[in-house]
């Protein structure tokens, strides 16, 4: 009676494991299918924000006002400007030659311009242009007293401390008196410092002829001084054919050390977001995504009310967190760039006469496909959360798994070694090689190196003996060493695992199984595929096997051992190797090593 208790006990245990795994195969499937839909939706709404033409029409307008040379001088563009001179002979001549554009190619009008330039005859330059100059004090460094007789004043580096907001020079129009920020716009990041808005400000005329004289008497009575520390033009374009703003500011920065670095932004932005109805469509999926937000949010909220701390014990679900933090962050911004675009842009459009500051609205702008793009990028990892699909990725998610310790500590190590060789080429190089003027650039030029991209010609003229040996001691203890170390570890894990998976430790919840079990059922219940059983199948192949081994000579004491060791094998599986234990790799028990010695022997 016992003994049919106990039967009866194991019965309803396998039959509840069973149950167990139907419900986990079908919850898996959908939820694998709901995903694959949301990644679909978001894939056609981040494509649906960008186009070709944004490329295209940021080449064009970089063309012009970057690769335009000065009449005369081939060489001298904004690029190569490296002094005030060059400056104004392209504020005089590329830049003002590519501001204006009030005729056809042949000196006839096309079409009524209406009082604005049409820049290649298709981007309409809205309201004028500005130039903004930000300048430091003097005195804000300190002469050394031997030097003081030969040099009084000292101007230093920019910075918001040492800006001056004094006005000066002519001090009768705002180009010569400083003035405060009205605008919205973030700082601006540039190689010697972050500037702040405001300065000394004016805009460009309508007119030609007119911004020509302004810079001629502004070249005259010097108003670039030894204070001056950058300058910006912004001005902004829209393109109706391909409905793309173009937001545009050229940076000449001036450092104290002497002469002129430049840099320059171009934004081709979609503002104008719903248009054709295409746009529709996009706005369709900008809705169904926040509805799979929605349900998303719900679904962790109720795994971390049931599972509470053991939720977080899963990669998986910090990653489904930072995805879901991702997606409320990108639809902030985006719900932030429309209410700012509803409210400013018509503002903007109507005042024709000054400049309109669409760098405000650009930058949000940039921000939200910055944002949108990171998020599609964790998107697309977390599919690796089904890395079960089949054996190769099975293998690989494994391997990852398995040597993620032996990793970390190599990464100490290398790290340790790779930023010593940092700090030592930026100290020996670093006034005189470009690669290693800075920490930052160090670290970027030694991963450089390990790709095979360096300057070693440099290196060596800069220090005739340390660098040789910097950059072959550095070869080899970097390149041949660590990183060989790093593919050992990587190879030895991995030759473990195959290993494992050869002799059948593999995980039984494969995605690939369901897939296909679900399939044979379905063939099944519409009849297209006789029903088989598998345990029928296993009784007559292994009756087959055994019938098989009496015709071939094999006495009886064999075929019982063998029988006996394949029913030991999967019993062993079915204890380690299944899905309700937590680790696939359990050690073989001594019990059982003796059970399986005593079944050779017999």
Request: hydrophobic share 40%; glycine share 4%.
């Amino acid at each position: 009676m016992a003994e049919a208790s106990r039967w009866h006990r194991g019965g309803a245990s396998k039959h509840k494991l069973h149950y167990r795994k139907e419900v986990e195969i079908t919850t898996t499937l959908q939820e694998l299918l709901l995903y694959f839909i949301f990644l679909i939706n978001l894939c056609i709404l981040t494509f649906g924000m960008v186009n070709p033409h944004m490329y295209y029409l940021n080449k064009v307008m970089s063309s012009l006002f970057l690769d335009t040379s000065v009449p005369g001088e081939e060489r001298t563009n904004f690029k190569s400007i490296r002094s005030v001179t060059d400056f104004w002979k392209f504020m005089e001549g590329p830049l003002l030659e590519g501001l204006y554009w009030d005729s056809w190619y042949n000196n006839q009008q096309l079409y009524n311009l209406k009082n604005s330039s049409r820049i290649y005859y298709e981007n309409i330059l809205l309201g004028v242009p500005r130039v903004r100059q930000l300048k430091v004090r003097n005195n804000t460094c300190k002469v050394y007293s031997s030097f003081q007789s030969l040099m009084s004043e000292c101007y230093g580096k920019y910075t918001s401390t040492n800006e001056d907001l004094s006005n000066f020079g002519l001090q009768i129009n705002t180009e010569w008196r400083y003035s405060t920020s009205n605008t919205n716009s973030p700082w601006h990041w540039g190689f010697l410092g972050v500037y702040r808005n405001g300065g000394y400000i004016f805009t460009l005329s309508k007119s030609k002829s007119e911004t020509k004289n302004k810079f001629i008497d502004l070249r005259l009575n010097s108003w670039i001084t030894r204070g001056t520390r950058v300058i910006f033009i912004d001005f902004s374009l829209y393109n109706a054919n391909v409905n793309l703003f173009c937001i545009i500011r050229l940076v000449a920065e001036f450092p104290a050390t002497g002469g002129i670095l430049t840099s320059w932004q171009f934004y081709s932005v979609k503002l104008l977001r719903y248009v054709s109805y295409y746009d529709y469509f996009i706005a369709s999926c900008e809705i169904t995504f926040c509805i799979f937000l929605f349900v998303f949010t719900t679904q962790e909220v109720k795994k971390i009310k049931e599972f509470k701390s053991a939720y977080f014990k899963s990669i998986w679900n910090w990653l489904e967190l930072l995805l879901l933090l991702l997606c409320f962050v990108a639809v902030s911004f985006n719900t932030y760039c429309n209410v700012q675009i509803f409210l400013f842009l018509g503002q903007l459009l109507k005042s024709t006469e000054q400049y309109s500051d669409f760098y405000f609205l650009a930058c949000w702008h940039i921000y939200y496909n910055n944002i949108i793009a990171i998020t599609i990028f964790f998107a697309w990892i977390k599919i690796f959360k089904f890395i079960s699909f089949n054996k190769t990725m099975s293998q690989l998610s494994s391997t990852l798994s398995r040597c993620i310790k032996d990793i970390v500590g190599f990464a100490i190590m290398f790290f340790i070694i790779f930023f010593a060789y940092a700090q030592l080429g930026f100290l020996v190089f670093g006034s005189q090689v470009d690669d290693f003027s800075t920490f930052q650039n160090s670290i970027f030029a030694q991963f450089r190196i390990v790709l095979g991209d360096f300057n070693f010609a440099g290196i060596q003229q800069a220090n005739p003996i340390l660098g040789p040996i910097y950059f072959i001691t550095f070869i080899f203890f970097v390149f041949f060493v660590l990183l060989n170390m790093f593919l050992a570890i990587i190879n030895d894990t991995y030759s473990e695992v195959k290993a494992d998976y050869s002799i059948g430790r593999r995980p039984d919840f494969e995605l690939g199984k369901m897939i296909k079990q679900s399939y044979k059922n379905v063939l099944e219940k519409f009849r297209l595929k006789k029903a088989q059983k598998d345990e029928d199948k296993k009784t007559k192949g292994s009756g087959d096997l055994a019938e098989q081994a009496r015709r071939e000579g094999f006495d009886e004491n064999e075929i019982q051992k063998a029988e006996q060791m394949k029913k030991w094998k999967e019993r062993l599986e079915k204890k380690y190797y299944s899905t309700e234990i937590q680790d696939d790799y359990q050690p073989v028990t001594q019990e059982e090593f003796r059970e399986f010695s005593e079944c050779l022997t017999k």
